[in-house]
Antibody, heavy 131, light 111 residues
Framework: QLQLQESGPGLVKPSETMSLTCTVS??????????WAWIRQPPGKGLEWIGS???????YYTPSLKSRVTMSVATSNNQFSLKLSSVTAADTAVYHC???????????????????????WGQGALVTVSS | QSALTQPASVSGSPGQSITISCTGT?????????VSWYQHHPGKGPKLLIY???NRPSGVSNRFSASKSGNTASLTITGLQAEDEADYYC???????????FGTGTKVTVL
């Protein structure tokens, strides 16, 4: 059974950079069949997709966060990571990592991801932005 | 970014059936058959219940079913059980600027 677990500091100061790592167990991150995603949920609000990364490092980010987001992958550790810079209180949220399952019925990779779904999730890590 | 619209809450008694709606536009829910549904018990990771409008992943109870009509997708839970009390989110393909868009979420309460 695939499992994902987020880890990282739970408290970050405004204007600083937050970092989270997702450790994948029960399966290899090094596969062409899936991408690996970060999705957040601010308190009392819905889910927001942040971005997805392949094991080779190809990334897709949501436009509203693109200028502040960096995702990376460490295949030797079966991990992938999220960095979000210049954080504000609006970035306070539970951050989930997830496996992004693309729809293989189209050729274009971005369209595969857009038509796909998130089939395994971590339980989430609360990150609070406060001084 | 604009989220898909879901009712804030839906409730039902054990054994009853409930339906959760997810309303979008022709740019997402209405235009394409790539709607997914997720169950989220607080403190746990969300669980994929439905993908591509009506498909259930292996291991998901057949008490969960889904459909779509026009710009609105629906998730139906039959034979409601206490363990179904959770938050439910829809997700959809969108032609807009992002890869994934989710619904506003619905809290299901089992009375």
């Amino acid at each position: 059974q695939l499992q994902l677990q987020e880890s990282g500091p739970g408290l970050v100061k405004p204007s600083e950079t937050m970092s989270l790592t997702c450790t994948v167990s029960g399966g290899s991150i090094s596969t062409d069949n899936y991408y690996w995603a970060w999705i957040r949920q601010p308190p009392g609000k819905g889910l927001e997709w942040i971005g997805s990364i392949s094991y080779t490092g190809t990334t897709y980010y949501t436009p509203s966060l693109k200028s502040r987001v960096t995702m990376s992958v460490a295949t030797s550790n079966n991990q992938f990571s999220l960095k979000l810079s210049s954080v504000t209180a609006a970035d306070t949220a539970v951050y989930h990592c997830a496996r992004h399952c693309p729809f293989k019925g189209v050729v274009n990779l971005r369209q595969q991801l857009a038509r796909g779904n998130f089939d395994y999730w971590g339980q989430g890590a609360l990150v609070t932005v406060s001084s | 970014q604009s989220a898909l619209t879901q009712p804030a809450s839906v409730s039902g008694s054990p054994g009853q059936s409930i339906t959760i709606s997810c309303t979008g536009t022709s740019s997402d829910v209405g235009g394409y058959n790539y709607v997914s549904w997720y169950q989220h018990h607080p403190g746990k990771g969300p669980k994929l219940l439905i993908y591509e409008v009506t498909n259930r992943p292996s291991g998901v109870s057949n008490r969960f079913s889904a459909s779509k009509s026009g710009n609105t997708a629906s998730l139906t839970i039959t034979g409601l059980q206490a363990e179904d009390e959770a938050d439910y989110y829809c997700g959809s393909y969108t032609t807009m600027y992002t890869i994934a868009v989710f619904g506003t979420g619905t809290k299901v309460t089992v009375l």
